[in-house]
């Protein structure tokens, strides 16, 4: 028994001793763990979405030298992109002599004089594609556009690497959010949403009143919304 007491009491000894290594260790890999102020794993702040002037442009393939009612229908949606957020000329870029047809030219400049818009419409030409590619040809205007300044796709660090302390810093890597805020700024209809919102529409008088009337009659102020939904095994003719 007394040989089992001092080798109990020297593991004991032993335990207590290696407690400051073990605190020491954990807060090395607490000094690790700091991030670096200047790369926020926020990704608004990391990649953030700026409101700026910036070229918009759409791309139309002719067929058979005219344009068919696909582009037509983007072009009038490009019109009113344009008289929402546009200004200045709208050009018309073209590849090589003789690339594009008149006809398409001239259904472009119709197509955006039916949209509404009255800006001047040049015509310049510029090597679009190169190769076998199919030309289009490119209507292009500045115009409010929200964006992401910062390339995605960037990896300068191997996360992977046990070679390096870079893994160790627990830091969220360079491209991390980058996607998901260039796809939202491509998704968001009005680039002004992402610097202010939208002023509150006046409140619905007539459902106020109904609510408060309720509520002083002892009833119940919600509205009892009834639907008439035909169950998906019901429809049909049966056989």
């Known amino acids: ?14 335990a207590l001793a290696s407690l400051p290594v073990i605190a020491g260790g954990l807060s090395s890999c607490v000094q690790y763990a700091s991030s670096d102020p200047g790369l926020s ?6 990649h953030p979405i700026v409101v700026a002037s ?12 005219i ?16 008289r929402r957020f546009g200004t200045g000329e709208i050009l018309i870029v073209t590849g090589r002599q003789g690339a594009a047809s008149p006809e398409a030219i001239e259904q472009i400049r119709q197509a955006l004089l039916r949209a509404g818009v009255r800006a001047r419409v ?40 046990g070679s390096s302390l870079q893994g160790w810093k627990n830091e969220a890597w360079a491209n991390f959010g980058c996607a998901t805020q260039a796809m939202l700024a491509a ?28 509520v002083r009659k002892g009833q119940d102020p919600g509205t009892n919304w009834k639907t008439g939904l035909t169950p998906i095994g019901g429809s049909g003719s049966s056989n």
């Open 54 to 65: 910036a070229p918009m442009t759409l791309d139309v393939y002719p067929i058979n030298g």
């Open 187 to 214: 998704q968001v209809d009005d680039p002004r949403d992402f610097v202010q919102a939208l002023p509150l529409e006046p409140s619905d008088v007539a459902m106020r009143m109904r609510a408060i009337e309720n």
């Open 41 to 46: 794993s926020d990704p608004a702040v990391r």
């Open 122 to 161: 040049g015509v310049a030409q510029n090597e679009l594609t190169g190769g076998m590619g199919a030309p289009p040809i490119r209507v292009a205007f500045m115009g409010l556009k929200a964006d992401v300044p910062t390339p995605c796709g960037q990896w300068p660090n191997d996360l992977a690497s």
């Open 67 to 82: 344009l068919d009612r696909r582009s037509l229908s983007e072009l009038h949606a490009f019109a009113t992109k344009y």
């Open 1 to 14: 028994m007394t040989h089992i007491r001092k080798a109990l009491r020297t593991l004991r000894i032993v």
